[in-house]
């Protein structure tokens, strides 16, 4: 149980695009899910926390109209990287928290993204 | 602020040799501690979890951990290495503000025949 999945797993894209990744928790309702950010060597950066039906709180630092977050149901999120640049790149992961007031939240297995 | 120190970038040991990673972090109330592993193509896996109680905790792949909280540590061990041990490890503690993770930098576990 408490399985999350991430699509895509690697994408490409060119300079000034978007790329939409989907994370989804396949058998239970996440009412948070949380996206990092993994640079290379580095540990994992909180980019935002999204809450189903609600806008998602961006840490400090995220711009929050390149990387647009929409929690449109329990267990669906989605990450858009908008007008995407190289630097850019790197590696993304979502987890997803079941309940309210767990501590607990599963992984997804990461989007590998490149902007060339 | 709450921050978590993990050392070592990277730890080298033989296979079938004992292992241990450290972890210290900072926090002001009693912390939630949390191990995970990362290994390539695959998601961060939980291998255990302190929040209070016995301070000696026991996780999945025969990973265990100690809380000592006058050296504000967290160490994970594992009496017998595998090469199938080989992965990134992370240490984490929550903010029980909002529950979010802050995350260690990671130590890259490097397994030598």
């Known amino acids: 149980g408490a399985v999350v999945s991430q699509h895509p797993s690697r994408v490409i894209c060119k300079s000034g695009t978007s790329v939409k990744i989907e994370c989804r928790s396949l058998?239970?309702?996440?009412?948070?899910m949380f996206w990092y950010r993994q640079f290379p060597k580095k540990s994992l950066m909180l980019m935002a926390t999204?809450?189903?039906?609600?806008?998602?709180?961006?840490e400090q630092g995220v711009e929050k109209d390149k990387f647009l977050i929409n929690h449109a149901s329990l267990t669906l999120s989605t990450l858009t990287v908008t007008s995407a640049h190289p630097e850019d790149s790197s590696f993304y992961i979502c987890?997803?928290?079941?309940?309210?007031?767990?501590?607990?939240?599963?992984f997804g297995p990461g989007t590998r993204l490149t902007v060339t | 602020a709450q921050s978590v120190t993990q050392p070592d970038i990277h730890i080298t040991v033989s296979e079938g040799a004992s292992l241990e990673l450290r972890c210290n972090y900072s926090?002001?109330?009693?912390?939630?501690l949390f191990w995970y592993v990362q290994s390539p193509g695959q998601g961060l896996q939980l291998l255990l979890k302190?929040?209070?109680?016995d301070t000696l905790v026991q996780g999945i792949k025969g990973f265990e951990a100690e809380f000592k909280r006058s050296q504000s540590s967290f160490n994970l061990r594992k009496p017998s290495v595998h090469w199938s041990d080989a992965a990134e490890y992370f240490c984490?503690?929550?903010?029980?503000?909002?529950?979010?993770?802050?995350w260690g930098a990671g130590t890259k576990l490097i397994i030598k025949p």
């Open positions: 987890s997803a928290r079941p309940l309210a007031d767990s501590y607990e939240q599963y």
């Open positions: 058998d239970f309702q996440a009412t948070t």
């Open positions: 999204s809450n189903e039906g609600s806008k998602a709180t961006y």
């Open positions: 926090y002001g109330a009693t912390p939630y």
């Open positions: 302190y929040f209070s109680g």
């Open positions: 984490a503690v929550s903010s029980d503000s909002n529950y979010q993770l802050i």
